[in-house]
Each structure stands twice: as C-alpha cells, then as structure tokens.
C-alpha cells in the first residue's frame, strides 16, 4: 500500500509556471512497476487526464498541455513532478495524482476509468 501527497500548487498570472510534486510514501510503486499521472477537475466538471508516465518512462499528454507542461519521475525519492510553464487561466483547477498498475493512460482519456491510488490535490490557480 502506498500513499500520495501532492505540494506545490499556487496561484499564478496567465503566462507563468508552476512546479507541482506528488511524493509516494514508500517505494511500493517502483518496485511493483505502476504508471502514475496527473490528473486535473473544475468543481462541476469531470475530471480531465493532464499527463502521464509508465514505469519504462514513457509520456502520454493531453492535448491541452502538450508544449507547455512537462512530466518527470525522480525513482531514486519515489516522487512526481508536473513543470507547468505558459499558465492560462483555464488551467486552474485541483490537480491530482493517481497512480495504477496498469490504467494509467485509459484514465487520461475517460473519467470513467478509476485509478488504484490517490492523492488528496493541489490547488493550482491562474489568474488573467
């Protein structure tokens, strides 16, 4: 069992970055070779696929995102970052890491698709 706590998250101006953090508790998700991503939602939206990784490092990217944002996962501190660069305001939303064996990138494509694991978000605000 793992657990996810986002940081980073922030308010910004259209046009600046952001740097948000997803740290997993333990190495659970590593060694057992799970896809993790971020994930965003809008109150009275459903939720939106940003961006995700696999195990092999590959990336999957919203089409919204792509050229602008900017996935990574440092193993060695079990941990997952979003670079968020030229910020617009319907960015803003609560950003979540979810983490799976397997559903990762069926997940960036339906809210439907549930992931293993969770974390609780970050709040992240661009302001116009």
């Known amino acids: 069992r793992v657990e996810l706590v986002e940081s980073g998250g922030g308010s910004v101006q259209a046009g600046g970055s952001l740097r948000i953090s997803c740290a997993a508790s333990n190495s659970y998700l590593k060694e057992n070779a799970y896809c993790w991503g971020w994930f965003r939602q809008v109150p009275g939206k459903e939720r939106e696929g940003v961006a995700a990784?696999?195990?092999?490092?590959?990336?999957d990217y919203a089409d919204s995102v792509k050229g602008r944002f900017m996935i990574s996962q440092d193993n060695s501190k079990n941990t997952l970052s979003l670079e968020m660069d030229s910020l617009k305001p319907e960015d803003t939303a609560m950003y979540y890491c979810?983490?799976?064996?397997?559903?990762?990138?069926?997940?960036?494509?339906?809210?439907?698709?549930?992931?293993?694991?969770w974390g609780q978000g970050t709040q992240v605000t661009v302001s116009s």
């Open positions: 990784i696999d195990a092999d490092g590959s990336t």
């Open positions: 979810g983490a799976d064996p397997r559903h990762c990138r069926a997940a960036m494509k339906t809210p439907r698709v549930n992931l293993g694991y």
